[in-house]
């Protein structure tokens, strides 16, 4: 059996779906249907009681460029997006992160998509590691993780459960 349920459990005896184009030509017509209530709540096995999302923004110490750039991202992170919770700004690696970072945290859908579309722009030279929070902080740093930018090689070991 392999490791991953199937995505569409829960809709093993819907309606096939039309392969009927829309008028662009090229993408598919869907039929009506109610809105996904992932737009409202984190998916399991995201826990959103603490924070759904972690966002860490790597930068490279020893690039002055880049250092000023995090530094003044950091600021308008800060100024830009109160609600959401941001750290300091490390000048050193911390935890699994193997170079000098900031991290925010996102607590709703529409935090983690309105700021996941913000960064996606304005990042600049750094890159972002995305994860989910879960009950296996090694699993969301290894497989649920997504990257923005260069991905960096993270210590993961300490995050496994022995």
Same mark, same amino acid.
Request: negative net charge; hydrophobic residues 30%.
């Given at each position: 059996?392999?490791?991953?349920?199937?995505?569409?459990?829960?809709?093993?005896?819907?309606?096939?779906?039309?392969?009927?184009?829309?008028?662009?030509?090229?993408?598919?017509?869907?039929?009506?249907?109610?809105?996904?209530?992932?737009?409202? %709540? !984190? @998916?399991?096995?995201? $826990?959103?009681?603490?924070?759904?999302?972690?966002?860490?923004?790597?930068? /490279?110490?020893?690039? +002055?460029?880049?250092?000023?750039?995090?530094?003044?991202?950091?600021?308008?992170?800060?100024? %830009? !997006? @109160?609600?959401?919770? $941001?750290?300091?700004?490390?000048?050193?690696?911390?935890?699994?992160?193997? /170079?000098?970072?900031? +991290?925010?945290?996102?607590?709703?859908?529409?935090?983690?998509?309105?700021?996941?579309?913000?960064?996606?722009?304005?990042?600049?030279?750094?890159?972002?590691?995305?994860?989910?929070?879960?009950?296996?902080?090694?699993?969301?740093?290894?497989?649920?993780?997504?990257?923005?930018?260069?991905?960096?090689?993270?210590?993961?070991?300490?995050?496994?459960?022995?």
């Amino acid at each position: 059996m392999p490791p991953w349920k199937s995505p569409l459990e829960g809709y093993e005896n819907a309606e096939p779906l039309p392969t009927t184009l829309n008028p662009d030509g090229k993408s598919l017509c869907n039929p009506p249907a109610a809105k996904s209530i992932a737009y409202d %709540e !984190f @998916p399991k096995p995201i $826990i959103s009681s603490n924070n759904g999302f972690d966002f860490h923004v790597y930068y /490279t110490l020893t690039s +002055e460029s880049e250092t000023k750039y995090a530094r003044e991202l950091h600021e308008r992170v800060r100024r %830009e !997006f @109160p609600e959401l919770r $941001i750290y300091r700004f490390w000048d050193r690696a911390v935890g699994p992160h193997p /170079t000098a970072m900031f +991290e925010v945290n996102t607590f709703t859908p529409h935090q983690t998509g309105a700021f996941f579309s913000w960064l996606t722009v304005n990042r600049g030279p750094c890159s972002v590691l995305v994860h989910p929070n879960t009950d296996d902080a090694y699993r969301d740093h290894t497989e649920l993780m997504s990257w923005m930018g260069r991905p960096w090689p993270l210590n993961v070991e300490p995050l496994r459960k022995h």
